[in-house]
């Protein structure tokens, strides 16, 4: 089955599976497949729904709903799609769906679709071997045009070995491919159909898996070794609080929903996401190792430290300038009095990364700007001495703090050292979505590690 084209619902259960989801998305849009993600309120405790949405550039049906939601998601959604992907699979969703239960938009979808459905389970062994799943998956295979995959025996994520590992999102692939939707045709296996040639091709066409431990532990486990390594990025996020008093503090504004789409754009590209996060609203992936901090000086302490593992290091969090030069033990009293506060500078994170960064390091800063962006962010460019700078600017309607959409462009230095350089050039800004300006930041990041 050609891929290319395809409209896939890509139903995903509260497995630890779920985080292989984004990788397998991602490569299905490789393939020219336009995806829609449905999830059960236990899949989002596993990835954000954040991350699909920004993957798929669509909003993601939730038990819950959401401000783009409409009334008859479990019927448009199926009605919309070619097939109907379930991965994972869960022993509780595949229960549900052989027994008619629709209380979640995973089973609710597969009750509504009309089309193809394929079902990749994922399960700790023993539930996988019980007799209530082996008898529900046996019926499973029997429903007209329902597909059932193979859960292959191997190493699972609590550390026991035995059947009911998730299929390599590049062998889900693989299967599609060779489907036939007629009734009476059932897919061949990947695993005795697949050569390690041809899963490597795939995962070296997905730029490997979405993380560092997928590929260490899971994905690449039974592949001869090719000599590829793991990239990492660093990335800051959210916001800084400066305490003025045990109560009040000095802060700017930020959702951390730039810092999640690149997170989860970098995972889908293969490398390895550290994160040092302010506190924000958004969340990240699940595969994300997030450091929590509160102020400027506790980021700029965690960054220095952790960049010397780092291969790009992303400057996204929205670090206050100043902190109160005193801070007060107690809360200070209203006395409805003018107060004086004096101010002091926050170190420069993104300029002293750049000073103890490493010749193959790359260093992403951002500059957000209300007025004279290009001036402003040129100088900033040449200032900080980072390879490229991301500026964008929360001017225009719905967009920015809190969107899904932002104004931006991103600029590069002219040299590898942007102090020595004469001029800056600054593309023209555009709008567009925060995973678009993510994807670009990969990329720019990609291509210079390709010469660094």
Request: proline share 5%; with cysteine.
């Amino acid at each position: 089955m050609n891929l290319a084209g395809k409209k896939i619902l890509l139903g995903v259960s509260g497995g630890i599976a779920a985080y292989k989801s984004c990788e397998l998305l991602r490569l299905l849009q490789k393939k020219g497949a336009e995806v829609r993600v449905c999830m059960t309120e236990a899949a989002t405790q596993f990835v954000a729904p954040l991350t699909f949405a920004s993957l798929s550039k669509c909003p993601v049906y939730l038990k819950n709903g959401a401000v783009e939601a409409r009334p008859f998601q479990h019927i448009d959604f199926p009605r919309w799609a070619d097939m109907y992907l379930v991965v994972p699979a869960t022993a509780n969703v595949i229960g549900k769906f052989v027994y008619g239960i629709a209380d979640d938009p995973v089973s609710l979808c597969f009750m509504s679709c009309t089309g193809p459905r394929f079902i990749a389970p994922a399960m700790n062994v023993a539930m996988f071997n019980s007799p209530a799943v082996k008898r529900n998956l046996e019926t499973l295979r029997s429903f007209e045009n329902t597909f059932v995959m193979d859960s292959p025996a191997g190493e699972l994520a609590c550390g026991e070995v035995g059947k009911g590992r998730l299929l390599d999102p590049a062998e889900i692939v693989e299967y599609l491919e060779g489907a036939s939707v007629m009734p009476d045709s059932v897919p061949a296996s990947p695993i005795s159909s697949a050569s390690n040639s041809s899963l490597r091709a795939e995962y070296n066409r997905a730029k490997q898996s979405p993380a560092a431990q997928y590929l260490q532990e899971t994905a690449l486990q039974d592949l001869p070794a090719s000599g590829e390594r793991v990239r990492r990025v660093l990335i800051t996020a959210g916001r800084t609080e400066e305490a003025i008093d045990p109560v009040r503090y000095i802060s700017n504004r930020s959702s951390g929903k730039t810092a999640v789409a690149i997170a989860a754009t970098f995972l889908a590209n293969g490398f390895d996401v550290s994160v040092v996060a302010g506190p924000m609203e958004a969340e990240f992936p699940g595969a994300v190792h997030v450091t929590r901090i509160k102020s400027a000086c506790d980021m700029h302490k965690a960054v220095l430290e952790q960049m010397k593992n780092a291969d790009v290091l992303v400057h996204c969090a929205a670090v206050a300038d100043y902190r109160p030069k005193v801070t007060a033990t107690e809360k200070i009293k209203d006395s409805r009095s003018q107060l004086v506060l004096e101010l002091e500078p926050n170190p420069n994170i993104l300029r002293d990364s750049v000073a103890q960064k490493r010749a193959d390091q790359i260093i992403v800063g951002f500059a957000l700007e209300t007025d004279h962006f290009k001036e402003h962010a040129a100088e900033k460019l040449k200032k900080s001495g980072a390879d490229a700078l991301l500026l964008n600017a929360p001017v225009a309607a719905n967009s920015g703090f809190g969107f899904d959409e932002v104004r931006y462009t991103l600029i590069r230095a002219n040299s590898r050292n942007a102090q020595n350089a004469a001029e800056v050039e600054i593309p023209e800004m555009k709008m567009g979505s925060k995973i678009d300006l993510a994807q670009e930041i990969v990329d720019f990041s990609l291509d210079q590690l390709k010469n660094a």
